[in-house]
């Protein structure tokens, strides 16, 4: 038996992706163990929802700390105390410096809701909105001292309906990322995933486009032909 995946997993808010992530450890589709939720505000319903399932929790308050490079010295040290293969970061709304980068460059990821490169940083469905796009989507990328800019390992698109306001994108969506960000860290468990310089690499074969998640919740994958 190949060993579980250690995961770290570091929230602000809600923490709906994280609880995706929970529902599919608990049905054994996920091979990973979520050994540390780390969120960055206290008292949120992530939080709540890593404590009813019994996880290792943690609250670091940025506010806390003099300065970011402080703050991210501190939550590198939090995040390597559990020596994690692989930290997600869910909904967590801190840009990430060198300190807590540089250690764990190369097995940290970011779920971003936007079809990247498209709409980087924040309100990226009215980005989307203003921008006529027909589509929107979210994005999983490997986190570099880029903002949203690191390599994108797998995307989900939703058509952009006629009536859409930022809100409906954002339902809408929300449950796609859920499946997305599974299906993501379910590659990563079975360690077919890998970051090398700006490229991203799945069963050793440089991927040239990103996983695009299918409507049975996997990517479909076939490794192009030789
Ligand atoms: C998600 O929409 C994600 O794309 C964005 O923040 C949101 C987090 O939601 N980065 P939740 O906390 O997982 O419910």
Same mark, same amino acid.
């Given at each position: 038996?190949?060993?579980?995946?250690?995961?770290?997993?570091?929230?602000?808010?809600?923490?709906?992706?994280?609880?995706? @992530?929970?529902?599919?450890?608990?049905?054994?589709?996920?091979?990973? #163990?979520?050994? /540390?939720?780390?969120?960055?505000?206290? *008292?949120?319903?992530?939080?709540?929802?890593?404590?009813?399932?019994?996880?290792?929790?943690?609250?670091?308050? !940025?506010?806390?700390?003099?300065?970011?490079? *402080?703050?991210?010295?501190?939550?590198?040290?939090?995040?390597?105390?559990? *020596? %994690? #293969?692989?930290?997600?970061?869910?909904?967590?709304?801190?840009?990430?410096?060198?300190?807590?980068?540089?250690?764990?460059?190369?097995?940290?990821?970011?779920? =971003?809701?936007?079809? @990247?490169?498209? =709409?980087?940083?924040?309100?990226?469905?009215?980005?989307? @909105?203003?921008?006529?796009?027909?589509? !929107?989507?979210?994005?999983? =990328?490997?986190?570099?001292?880029?903002?949203?800019?690191? %390599?994108?390992?797998?995307?989900?698109?939703? %058509?952009?309906?006629?009536?859409?306001?930022?809100?409906?994108?954002?339902?809408? @969506?929300?449950?796609?990322? !859920?499946?997305?960000?599974?299906?993501?860290?379910?590659?990563?468990?079975? /360690?077919?995933?890998?970051?090398?310089?700006?490229?991203?690499?799945?069963?050793?074969?440089?991927?040239?486009?990103?996983?695009?998640?299918? %409507? *049975?919740?996997?990517?479909?994958?076939?490794?192009?032909?030789?």
């Amino acid at each position: 038996m190949t060993a579980l995946l250690k995961t770290t997993v570091l929230i602000s808010g809600t923490g709906s992706n994280l609880q995706a @992530l929970i529902d599919a450890c608990r049905t054994g589709r996920l091979e990973t #163990d979520i050994i /540390h939720v780390i969120s960055n505000v206290p *008292d949120v319903k992530g939080l709540a929802r890593a404590e009813s399932a019994g996880l290792n929790t943690s609250v670091l308050q !940025h506010g806390r700390f003099s300065d970011r490079s *402080d703050f991210d010295r501190a939550l590198s040290l939090l995040v390597g105390a559990g *020596d %994690p #293969d692989l930290i997600v970061l869910a909904g967590f709304m801190r840009i990430i410096g060198p300190e807590l980068l540089t250690p764990f460059s190369g097995r940290m990821i970011n779920l =971003h809701p936007s079809l @990247l490169p498209l =709409h980087r940083g924040t309100n990226t469905y009215q980005q989307a @909105l203003n921008a006529g796009d027909t589509q !929107h989507g979210a994005s999983i =990328h490997f986190v570099t001292a880029e903002l949203d800019g690191g %390599p994108v390992i797998s995307q989900v698109a939703i %058509p952009v309906l006629p009536d859409d306001d930022r809100d409906s994108l954002a339902q809408r @969506l929300a449950p796609m990322e !859920h499946r997305l960000i599974v299906a993501t860290v379910e590659f990563f468990s079975r /360690h077919r995933v890998e970051c090398s310089g700006a490229s991203v690499f799945v069963d050793g074969k440089v991927l040239t486009s990103p996983l695009r998640l299918q %409507p *049975d919740g996997g990517f479909g994958w076939q490794a192009p032909a030789e």
